[in-house]
C-alpha cells in the first residue's frame, strides 16, 4: 500500500515554488504535485590527491520532480549524476542545500528509515543480487529484508518475475542468468516494496538494442503505473524516449534543464549540415575549425565514403560558404538537419 502524500506544501517546497514562480493554485497542490524537490544541492568530496582542495562532485543544483514523471539526469562521465542519485535516494548525505523527497527532508535521520521503504535504487553493474541463489530465492530473500508478509510474498514474487519476464528462470541460478535477465532481475528486486520513486543509474548500460528497448518498455510501463522514475543515462535517444524532464550536469552544475524540446531550443538557430563526399575533406574541416569556429566531424563510411558533421550557427550564411569548400572533395549528398537533442547536449556540456 502507498503512503499518502503530504497535504500540504512544506517550508521547503514553498521556498522552491517561490524561486521557481509557481502559481498560487499551483502551489496548493504542490505537496501532492512534487516527488523530489531541492535547492542548491551540494556535495562535495575529499579529493583523491592527498592535500588537495575539496572538490564540488555536485555544487549547488535545484530541480522539482512531479510526481509520476520519468526525469532524466544526463551528463558525462564525472558530471555528478550517481552523486545526485545517492543523495536523494538517502545513501549519501549532502554537504548543503535543501532536499525533500515524497515531503520528507534527507537531512532527519528519522526520515531515511521511512523513505527507504518507499524508495528503490537500481545501480549500474553487478552488485546487489546473490549470485549462488536463484532469482525467486533473491526475490523471496528482499522480500523478508522489506517485511512483506508471508501470504503476500508468493503473489507479489510471480507478478515481479512475469513483469521482467523470468518467470521460466525463475529457480535458476542468478550466476547463469545472461547480463540482461541480470539486470531484469535486479528491476525486479527493486520493485519489492512497490516504490513511489525507482532511481535507475544507467539501466541500460552494456545491454544490446534488443534487451534494452525490453528494459525501456518496462520503465514506461511502471511510469505509466505511477512510479516517478530518476533515470541516468548516456543514451540520448533514451532520455529522448522516456524522459518527461531532464537536466544536464556538467563538472556538478546544471547547464540545461526542461523537456526535451526546451533542451533543443537553448540551441534555436543552430542546425547540423551532413555532407557525403567521396574524397577525404579533412582539409576543408580543419579550415572550417581554424576560421569559421564551426564544430566538424568527418569519419570514414563503411562504403568508403565520408562523412562530415557540421554544427551551424546561421545556415543562411554558412550553407553556400561550406558548400564551396567541400565541392572540391565530390559532393555525394549534403543536406541540413534540425539539432537533435544530442547536438544541444554536446553543446551545453562544451560551454558549461
Ligand atoms: N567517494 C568519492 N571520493 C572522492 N571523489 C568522488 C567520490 N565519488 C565520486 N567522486 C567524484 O565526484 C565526481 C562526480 O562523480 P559521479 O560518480 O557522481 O559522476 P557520474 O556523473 O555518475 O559519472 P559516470 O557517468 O562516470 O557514472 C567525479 O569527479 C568523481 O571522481
Ligand atoms: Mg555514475
Known sequence: MRCPPASRPSDTVRRIQNRFNLNERFAAVTGMEYAIVAEDLTRTYKSFVPGSPVKAAVDGISLAVRRGEIYGILGPNGAGKTTTIKMLSTLLTPTSGLAEVLGLNVYDKKNI????KRINVVSGGERGLYYRLSGRQNLEFFAELYGIPKK??????????SLVE????????????????KQRIHIARSLINSPEILFLDEPTIGLDPEISQGIR???????????????????MFEAEELCDNMIILSHGTIVGKGTVEDIKSTISGVSSMRIVTEKDPSDAAAVMICQKKLDVSTSRLLNEKYLTKIIMNNAEEEFAVIEESFRPYKIISIGVEEPTLEDAYLTLVSEG
Not at 152 to 161: G, H, M, P, V
Not at 170 to 179: C, F, L, P, Q, T
Not at 219 to 233: C, M, N, R
Open 152 to 161: 503476500e510474498q508468493k503473489t507479489r514474487i510471480d507478478e515481479l518475475l
Open 166 to 181: 523470468l518467470t521460466e528462470a525463475a529457480d535458476i541460478k542468478v550466476e547463469n542468468y545472461s547480463r540482461g535477465m
Open 113 to 116: 528509515r521511512t523513505l527507504r
Open 217 to 235: 518498455s518496462l520503465i514506461k510501463k511502471l511510469s505509466d503505473g505511477g512510479t516517478t522514475i530518476i533515470l541516468t543515462t548516456h543514451y
